[in-house]
């Protein structure tokens, strides 16, 4: 039979195997995580992964270890995800509107509804006469971001979706500054008609 500790720990293990844990929805977890954090760091650095534990804004994760020279590698056990372009320019315009709303002095939590995120989107999707298609695609888009845990439909609101934080962990500084660089370059051939 488990003490209260070691079932706190086996429970935060678990937690965390299954996706990102939040201060704010899984507080057993969080609590376990400040009480027993050095034995669930323990738990995953034996097979190869870190633990990553924001506390300014308030989510826990698994990353894989760097590989280290005189280490042997040790298979992959949180696997990476390719993303797909739309997916992927989701994401970067999400965190970008996230730092506008931080810096604006934005409290609590960053919340879009479907057709301002939409409207993200659009300007970037491949020129369509059919409405309807784009909106598809852009729906398409916003569940699989929910899927992956970058964002969450507000209960009993089918139109209004959090930005989750993790997505800083993902979407850096660094790729901003390309996504901002591509945008530049892609501004003047837009301008002229697609003939430059």
Known sequence: MRTPDEQAVATAIIRLMRGVAYRETDEDTWSALQRHGPAVRDHFTTIGV???????????????????????????????????YNLSLLLVLLRKRLVEFETTGGEGKLVLS???????????????????????????TIK?????????????????????????????????????????????????????
């Open 50 to 84: 870190d633990v990553v534990v924001d506390d300014t804004e308030g989510y826990a994760y698994l990353r894989s270890q760097e590989e280290t020279d005189g280490d042997a590698a040790l298979p992959r056990l949180v696997n990476r995800r390719s993303l797909t």
């Open 114 to 140: 479907r057709d301002q995120i939409v409207d993200l989107v659009r300007l970037f999707l491949a020129d369509s006469t059919n409405e309807a298609r784009v909106i598809d695609q852009a729906e398409t």
């Open 144 to 196: 699989k971001a929910a899927e992956l845990g970058f964002l969450r439909q507000l209960r009993g609101q089918t139109d209004q979706w959090e930005v989750r934080r993790i997505l800083k962990a993902y979407v850096d500084a660094q790729t901003l500054s390309d996504f901002a660089g591509k945008l530049r370059d892609y501004a003047p051939v837009a301008e002229g008609g697609g003939d430059g």
